[in-house]
Every structure is written in C-alpha cells, then in structure tokens.
Nanobody
Framework: QVRLVESGGGLVQPGGSLRLSCTAS????????MGWFRQAPGKEREFVAASSKNAGSTYYADSVKGRFTISRDNARNTVFLQMKSLKPEDTAVYYCAADPDWSGSYSKRAFGSWGQGTQVTVSS
C-alpha cells in the first residue's frame, strides 16, 4: 500500500475552479493506477475519475466529463484533479485512491489505498 495525502479543497462559488492534489509516499507511484472519488453527506462514495499507471488512459464519471481533468506527475508522485465549472452538486469530500492492479472497475472496492479526504464546497 501507499500513503496518500490530499490537498487543495476549499470553498468556491458556482462556476469557479479548484485543483486538488494527492501526493503518494513510496518509490513505486508509477506502478499504481490512481483515482478520485467523492462522498456527499448521506450518500455513497462515488467514482469521479481515474488514471491508468502510465497516464495513457483516463476515465471520468458522466457527471464530471468535460469539466474535470485528472492528470499525474510520476516524477513528483502526485495526481491532480482540475475541476472547472463547479456546481453546488459537486460539494463533497473528495478522496484520492490508488491500486497497483486496478481492474478498471469504478467501484470503490477496486482501489486498495485511500487518502483522508479533502472538503470541496461549492456555494455562493
């Protein structure tokens, strides 16, 4: 497993932007698929985006496609989630996840390592 630490959350107005970062410990970051999930109060944790190990492929939930972009910098052991055109319904705790053998499933059970989460609040 790797240790994951998220940052970059905060309060933003509707239509605004935020960039989340997730830094991983260890020297094998490039061997992990990375994902972002979110959990709103009273709701299940849901898939947002994922990046394959070499960043050759990215995947998005329909609800964020065209607004969010996942990217990774393997030299810095960091994965990013650039969020634009934010909506109040994007309000949630956002979690970074990692797995060396990701199956491509969007289920939270497909990722074995998790960060502690960072709050994103979209409100005027």
């Amino acid at each position: 497993q790797v240790r994951l630490v998220e940052s970059g959350g905060g309060l933003v107005q509707p239509g605004g932007s935020l960039r989340l970062s997730c830094t991983a410990s260890g020297r094998t970051f490039s061997s992990y698929a990375m994902g972002w999930f979110r959990q709103a109060p009273g709701k299940e944790r849901e898939f947002v985006a994922a990046s394959s190990k070499n960043a050759g492929s990215t995947y998005y939930a329909d609800s964020v496609k065209g607004r969010f972009t996942i990217s990774r910098d393997n030299a810095r052991n960091t994965v990013f989630l650039q969020m634009k055109s934010l909506k109040p319904e994007d309000t949630a705790v956002y979690y970074c996840a990692a797995d060396p053998d990701w199956s491509g499933s969007y289920s939270k059970r497909a990722f074995g390592s998790w960060g502690q989460g960072t709050q994103v609040t979209v409100s005027s």
